[in-house]
């Protein structure tokens, strides 16, 4: 298997190469070159393995021959040592609907999911390309990605991790998660600005070959732990495959039967890992794509037109504050039967018009496979409140989007397919927002919330998030959004 950009279908590298890069050189994203298959046969045959196995497995699929089963397995086997239980248990809510719990790791957020395997992934990949250069990963993070990386690669040998986030766009949770952050190889900040801020200036940071190649003189490299890098994006379909065939186990459905996943959705990454596993065999009906108040996506399934000229809203779901949904630009090479010229210009469009159209033929294409909701302020808390009510379990906001736009869904809709909504984050991340939701109180700070929400609820604060408050802030302060570059010279003459 190797891997080709999505502007530009001639350049070609391994995957090892792919997961080193990061970006293709070009500025498009590494997609694989085809789409293995999964049999009926090997879903029956996973039920009966371990996650560890299954994501392994998976692994092996879309990155050998570069990668053996053995060292994939070893590397899950390790990832699995971070997480409490079950890596990502599916929770039946009634009859028709599941919920698949993707924080269980060392941060409380899917992205552990695969940021606890992609450290392994990252420095194998240095030894096959022997590699002996410096690598500096760079992040921006709506929230959740950045805490994720830095636990990853925390002390990671060849590796240094550098993040940049939105100062007023996390929640305290999140905050105090990155700047109190372990480690002698990390590096956080704060920008004045959002999230589209922080990517557009890591991006444009990739795509500078001067900044590059003056990075390389001092022996340093660049790459990526956003899932634009396809060592993010492929461990993240194996959970995807997990719950269905842990919903066979459990004689919820049989091998063969569609269902569907509704997923809360920002950078595009985790519904695009969902529909590359329908690429590979997983019998998935509909994809529902759940938005916030930045509904962007929501209106591009429905007509065609990604336009960036809007109204930019901070929410209680922060994590998904994005307008500019990296990951979609691997949709599209999809639903344009691969076509990189196409792609160039969709992109070109949207970054020199904050916009591009798709025609009629690509939309349609689209709504088979996915519809698109979204949920404003009120219909997330309103979700929180009366979930809890119903089933005395207590949603994320983003979760929250999920099921409503869920239900948004089976109101224009007669489908009785079970359902998966993937549960993205512990509860306990955005306490302040949950703990008002459910109790109708407010609390004075995000660390008050987090024990009030606790005994409101009987549910435990994860143990990662315990104590937090008592920790002392490495990083503070923030810096101008156009400084980045900045930053990131500067601390590239540290390491």
């Known amino acids: 298997m190797n891997y080709i950009s999505t502007r530009n279908k001639k350049h070609s590298v391994s995957p090892s190469r792919a997961i080193l890069d990061g970006i293709a050189p070009d500025g498009g994203l590494y997609v694989p070159e085809k789409f293995p298959v999964f049999s009926t046969e090997e879903l029956v045959i996973f039920r009966e393995i371990p996650y560890a196995e299954r ?61 606890s395997v992609m450290p392994y992934l990252m420095q194998a990949a240095k030894k096959k390309q022997k590699d002996d250069l410096k690598t500096l990963i760079l992040v921006a993070t709506s929230g959740d990605t950045g805490k994720a990386a830095l636990e990853g690669y925390r002390d990671a040998e060849g590796i240094n991790v550098m993040v940049f986030y939105p100062n007023d766009g996390v929640s305290g949770v999140q905050k105090a998660q990155m700047t109190t952050t372990e480690g002698k190889n990390v590096f956080v900040s704060a920008i004045e600005g959002n999230f589209d801020d922080a990517q557009a200036a ?34 993240q379909i194996a959970y995807y495959i997990s719950a269905y065939v842990d919903l066979a186990s459990s004689r919820e459905i049989t091998v063969g039967e569609e269902i569907n996943f509704v997923v809360p959705t920002g950078n595009f990454g985790n519904i695009l890992a969902g529909y590359y596993a329908k690429r590979a065999g997983l019998p998935i009906g509909k994809l529902l794509c759940a938005s916030n108040k930045n509904n962007i996506l929501t209106d591009f399934f429905r007509t065609g037109e990604y336009d960036t000229d809007r109204t930019f809203h901070k929410t209680v779901s922060p994590s998904m504050d994005i307008l500019v949904s990296s990951n979609l630009e691997r949709l599209l090479f999809e639903f344009t039967d691969r076509d990189d010229k196409a792609v160039t210009e969709l992109m070109t469009d949207l970054k020199e018009k904050g916009k591009y159209s798709v025609g009629n033929t690509v939309l349609t294409a689209l709504d088979r496979e996915f519809f698109a909701g979204s949920a404003d302020e009120k219909a997330t808390k309103e979700t929180i409140m009366n979930f809890y009510d119903a089933y005395g379990y207590v949603l994320d906001p983003h979760t929250a989007v999920a099921v409503s736009v869920l239900e948004e869904y089976l109101s224009g809709e007669t489908d009785d397919t079970k359902t998966v909504i993937v549960s993205t984050a512990s509860p306990f991340k955005f306490a302040r927002d949950v703990y008002e939701a459910v109790s109708l109180l407010k609390a004075p700070n995000a660390f008050t919330a987090l024990k009030r929400l606790e005994n409101f609820t009987g549910a435990e604060i994860p143990e990662p998030l315990k104590d937090l408050d008592m920790k002392e802030p490495r990083f503070l302060g923030a810096i101008k959004k156009d400084a980045v570059k900045d930053s990131v010279l500067e601390y590239a003459e540290k390491i």
């Open 202 to 235: 890591v991006k444009s940071i990739f795509a500078d070959r001067e900044f590059g190649a003056l990075l390389l003189k001092k022996g340093i490299e660049l790459s990526s732990a956003n899932s634009i890098n396809i060592g993010r994006l492929i461990p």
């Open 55 to 115: 994501l392994a497995r998976v692994l092996e699929r879309f990155l050998a021959p570069d990668f053996s089963f053995e060292e994939l397995y070893s590397f899950a086997l390790r990832a699995s040592e971070k997480f409490d239980g079950d890596e990502c248990p599916v929770v039946k809510v009634d009859e028709e609907i599941y919920l698949l719990e993707l924080f269980h790791g060392a941060t409380s957020a899917f992205k552990d999911m695969a940021l």
